[in-house]
C-alpha cells in the first residue's frame, strides 16, 4: 500500500493566505460597514441618525420636479444632564459635530441647519451649543442622476459622526451611523422631531437676498467690535438679544459687552478677542430671544488690528482635554528611559512566551508533522525554519503596519483589532473549519482541485512553510502574552520604522523555538521516523482546529448576539456540506455539488447578514457578575473621588488569555473576598467590539491590547498587572492599600 503523506495538504497554505489576506481586508471595512447602525449610545451621549421625506424620495425625472419636496436626514444627539455638544462656532472652547456623509451617486447632502444655539459658561470661559435633545438637520438634494440599484428599494444613507462632548471634563466621540430611506411612500414617523428643529433654526433679517443690509454693519473700534444691525421685527424691539458671532476666535466670549435700543436699530458693542485668529470682512452673526433666532451677514468697516498667533487647539480647548487624565499619572511606558532597545527585548520575549498560549497551539502542532516529514534531510529543515520563520515576522510587520496607518487615518483601534468585526471572526471559523475536516480525512485537496492546482505544495514546500507562519501570525495576533503589551503600547508612540521593527521582534520571538529546532538535528532525531503514526497525529489534530472554531463561534456570539451565532453554525454546516459533496464521484458528485451550493448561496442570502449585524448590548453582557460593574468613561474618577479604590480589567471575548483569568484568578473565592474586605470597586471594559474610549484608557496606561488589570487608588499612579495574572500578585498589590 503507499502511504500517503498527510502532513501538509498541498493547497492549505495558499487557502491560508487568502483567507488571511481577507481578514485585514475586512479589517479596514469594519467600520464603514459592518458597524454602523442608526444609533449609538455613549454614558453621555444617545446619537441617532434620523430621516424625513414625508412625499417619498423622488428618482429619475421625478427629480427635477421635486424641489418643494422635502428629503432630510440629521443626527439627533441627546446629552446626559449637565454635558453639551457644541455649534458651528464653539465659543472659547471646544470643537463643532463634523457629519461626513456616504451617499449613492446623484444624492448630495448639504450643510448642517444649525439650530439656535444657547451660551454655556464655564468658569472664566464660555461656549456655544446645545444642552438636553438637540437635532441637527441636513438637506439632501435629488439630482435626476441617482437611480437606484436594480432591485433595491431604498436610498441608503452612511454617516460618520464626530462631536466633543464636556461637562467639566471633555471627551472625544464618535460613531458609525447607516439608515435606508424607503423609495416609495412617505418617512414622517419624525415628522415632529424635524419641524421642531427647522422652527429652530435662525431666520433671515429682513433685507436684500442673503441678509447682507447696506445699513446693518460693524465697525471696529479700538478693542472692540460697534454693531448694528436693521431690520429686525418689531416685536424684539426693546428686547434683550443674545449674541452669537458664527466666525470663530474674533469676540471674546465671556467679557462683559452691552447692547442698546435706537428706534428700529439695535447696537451692541463687543470686546474683540485678546486671542483672535480671524479676521472677516463680512462677519455673520445670529441674534436670539425667547427660542428664536434671526441671522444676518454684517460687513466689517475698519482695519483689524493684528492678530494672535493662530493655534491649532485653543488652549482652553487643550486644558478642558486634559483635565480627565488631571487625576491620576499613567505609569511610564515600558522603556521608561525611551529605550528602543529594552522595548525590542520585550517584544522578543513576548513573542516567545506567545508560543505558550493556548490559540497558537494547533499552528505549533502541525509543524510536529513537518519535522517527522523531513526526517534526516536537514537542508529541508533550515529551508521550512528558515521560510516559516519571513511568514511569522513578515505578517507581523504587515499587521502592525496596517495598525499604524488606521490609527494614522484617525481609527482608535489597538492589537487584536481585526477580531473585534463579526467579519473577520466568521472568516477565521470557516478557515479551520476546512482545516478540521481536512485533517479529519474527510477530504483531501488533491481530489477536490485540479490536479495544477493541488500539486503545489509539493513543487513549493518553502512557499508552504512560509504560509503556515501566516497561519501562525493569524490566530496568534489576538494574544497578548507577557512583556508584549508593554511593548506594543510602546511602539504605537514611536516613528513607523522603529514600531515596525518592535513588530518584527514579536514575530521573530513566535518563530525562534521552531527556528532553532530546525537548526538542530537532535530535535529531528528525537521525532519518530515517518510512518503511520502520522495519519493518526494528523487526525488527532483536527479537534483543536474544531475546538478554536467552538471558541470563534463564541466570539461571534458576543458580537452579534444569539442569531449571529446560529447563523454562522448554519453556514459552517452548509460548508461542510459543499465540501463533502466535492468528495463524491461520477453523476452523484455533478448533482450534490449543485444542490450544496445552491443550498449555501440560498442560506447565505438569507441569513448571512445576521453574523455580520451587531447585536445590540445587553446591560447583562456589560459585565460578566453583578459584582462587576461597566466600565465607563470619567467612572474610574468618580470612584476615586468618593475614596474607593478600583480594580479594572479590561478583557475582550476573543483574548483567549482574558478568559482564562478570568475563570482561574479573578474568579478565586479568597481574592474576591478580599477585593470586598478593601471595599474595592470592580469594573470590567469589554473591548470585543471596537471602543474608541476603552482604546483612548489604554493608550494612557501605555498599553495597546488586551489582557490589561489595573488597581486605582486615591492620591497613588496606578498598578498595572501583569498579562498572566496570579492571585499572589493581585494580592499583593491589594496589600498596597
Same mark, same amino acid.
Given at each position: ?159 460618520? &459622526? ?25 418617512? #414622517? ?83 474683540? +478677542? ?68 529594552? &522595548? ?118 518553502? &512557499? ?51 527556528? #532553532? ?22 487526525? *488527532? ?124 484568578? *479573578? ?58 495574572? +496570579? ?11
Amino acid at each position: 500500500m503507499t502511504f500517503r503523506n498527510p502532513s501538509r495538504p498541498p493547497w492549505r497554505a495558499v487557502l491560508f493566505a487568502v483567507f488571511f489576506i481577507a481578514t485585514l481586508h475586512l479589517s479596514t471595512m469594519a467600520t464603514g460597514q459592518n458597524l454602523a447602525k442608526p444609533v449609538v449610545t455613549t454614558p453621555e451621549v444617545r446619537a441617532e441618525l434620523m430621516a424625513h421625506a414625508p412625499q417619498g424620495v423622488p428618482t429619475g425625472a421625478g427629480a427635477d420636479k421635486a424641489s418643494g419636496q422635502p428629503v432630510w436626514v440629521g443626527l439627533q444627539l441627546a446629552h446626559q444632564p449637565h454635558w453639551h455638544t457644541y455649534w458651528k462656532n464653539s465659543g472659547d472652547s471646544g470643537l463643532p459635530t463634523e457629519l461626513q456623509w456616504t451617499l449613492p451617486p446623484g444624492v448630495l447632502a448639504g450643510d448642517i441647519d444649525w439650530p439656535v444655539p444657547k451660551k454655556i459658561p464655564i468658569g472664566n470661559l464660555a461656549n456655544y451649543g446645545y444642552e438636553g435633545t438637540v437635532l441637527l438637520p441636513v438637506p439632501l438634494t435629488i439630482t435626476p442622476d441617482f437611480k437606484p440599484p436594480v432591485g433595491s428599494d431604498t436610498l441608503d444613507v452612511r454617516l460618520k &459622526a464626530a462631536w466633543l462632548v464636556c461637562r467639566q471634563e471633555c471627551i472625544p466621540q464618535e460613531g458609525e451611523f447607516a439608515l435606508r430611506i424607503p423609495l416609495r411612500g412617505s418617512t #414622517a414617523l419624525n415628522g415632529a422631531v424635524f419641524d421642531a428643529a427647522l422652527a429652530a433654526r435662525p431666520r433671515p433679517v429682513m433685507g436684500p437676498v442673503g441678509g447682507v443690509r447696506p445699513d446693518s454693519q460693524v465697525r471696529i473700534d479700538g478693542d472692540a467690535l460697534a454693531v448694528s444691525v436693521q431690520g429686525l421685527p418689531v416685536a424684539l424691539r426693546g428686547k434683550t438679544l443674545d449674541f452669537f458671532p458664527e466666525t470663530p476666535e474674533v469676540i471674546a466670549t465671556a467679557a462683559a459687552w452691552t447692547q442698546a435700543w435706537n428706534g428700529g436699530e439695535w447696537t451692541a458693542r463687543v470686546p474683540l +478677542s485678546p486671542q483672535r485668529a480671524n479676521s472677516p470682512s463680512v462677519l455673520p452673526v445670529v441674534l436670539a430671544a425667547d427660542g428664536q433666532g434671526w441671522r444676518a451677514e454684517l460687513k466689517v468697516l475698519g482695519t483689524w488690528p493684528a492678530v494672535a498667533a493662530p493655534a491649532t487647539v485653543s488652549p482652553a480647548l487643550e486644558a478642558a482635554l486634559q483635565a480627565n487624565a488631571a487625576n491620576r499619572a499613567p505609569p511610564a511606558p515600558p522603556a521608561a528611559s525611551g529605550s528602543l532597545l529594552a &522595548a525590542l527585548l520585550g517584544a522578543l520575549v513576548g513573542g516567545l512566551i506567545l508560543n505558550l498560549m493556548p490559540c497558537v497551539f494547533p499552528v505549533l502542532a502541525i509543524k510536529v508533522l513537518g519535522f517527522a516529514q523531513h526526517g534526516g534531510d536537514r537542508r529541508a529543515h533550515r529551508l521550512a525554519g528558515l521560510a516559516y520563520t519571513a511568514g511569522v515576522v513578515l505578517s507581523f510587520v504587515a499587521l502592525g503596519a496596517l495598525l499604524l496607518a488606521l490609527r494614522a487615518a484617525g481609527e482608535s483601534l489597538g492589537w487584536g483589532f481585526q477580531l473585534q468585526n463579526p467579519a473577520v471572526v466568521a472568516a477565521l471559523a470557516a478557515l479551520f473549519t476546512v482545516i478540521g475536516l481536512n485533517l479529519a480525512g474527510l477530504f483531501e485537496f488533491g481530489s477536490v482541485l485540479p490536479s495544477s492546482v493541488a500539486s503545489l505544495q509539493a513543487r513549493h514546500p518553502v &512557499a508552504d512553510s512560509f504560509l503556515t507562519g501566516v497561519l501562525a501570525v493569524a490566530v496568534a495576533s489576538p494574544c497578548t502574552a507577557p512583556f508584549m503589551g508593554a511593548s506594543l503600547g510602546f511602539a504605537v508612540g514611536l516613528p513607523a520604522a522603529q514600531a515596525l521593527a518592535v513588530f518584527a521582534a514579536i514575530g521573530l520571538g513566535l518563530a525562534l523555538p521552531y527556528l #532553532a529546532a530546525s537548526f538542530v538535528p537532535a530535535v529531528a532525531r528525537a521525532l519518530p521516523r515517518p510512518g503511520a503514526w502520522m495519519d493518526t497525529f494528523r487526525r *488527532l489534530m483536527a479537534f483543536p482546529m474544531f475546538a478554536t472554531v467552538v471558541w470563534l463561534v463564541w466570539v461571534l456570539g458576543q458580537q452579534a448576539g444569539i442569531d449571529g451565532a446560529g447563523a454562522l453554525l448554519a453556514l459552517l454546516v452548509a460548508l461542510s456540506f459543499v465540501i463533502w459533496s466535492l468528495t463524491l464521484g461520477g453523476r452523484t458528485r455533478a448533482v450534490m455539488t449543485s444542490v450544496s451550493i445552491a443550498s449555501f448561496v440560498l442560506l447565505t442570502m438569507g441569513i448571512g447578514q445576521n453574523v455580520i449585524k451587531l447585536a445590540e448590548p445587553a446591560s447583562s453582557m456589560a459585565a460578566s457578575t453583578a459584582r462587576w460593574a461597566p466600565w465607563a468613561p470619567g467612572e474610574v474618577d468618580k470612584r476615586l473621588a468618593a475614596g474607593q479604590p478600583v480594580f479594572v480589567d479590561f478583557t475582550a471575548a476573543w483574548c483567549v488569555t482574558c478568559q482564562y483569568n478570568k475563570k482561574t484568578t *479573578l474568579a478565586d473565592a479568597g481574592l474576591l473576598a478580599e477585593f470586598d474586605a478593601k471595599k474595592v470597586q470592580l469594573l470590567r471594559a469589554d473591548w470585543t467590539r471596537r471602543d474608541p474610549a476603552i482604546t483612548a484608557a489604554l493608550a494612557q496606561l501605555g498599553r495597546n491590547g488586551v489582557p490589561v488589570y489595573v488597581l486605582y487608588a486615591a492620591g497613588k499612579p496606578p498598578v498595572v498587572l501583569s498579562e498572566i495574572l +496570579s492571585v499572589g500578585e493581585v494580592r499583593a498589590a491589594l496589600a498596597g492599600l
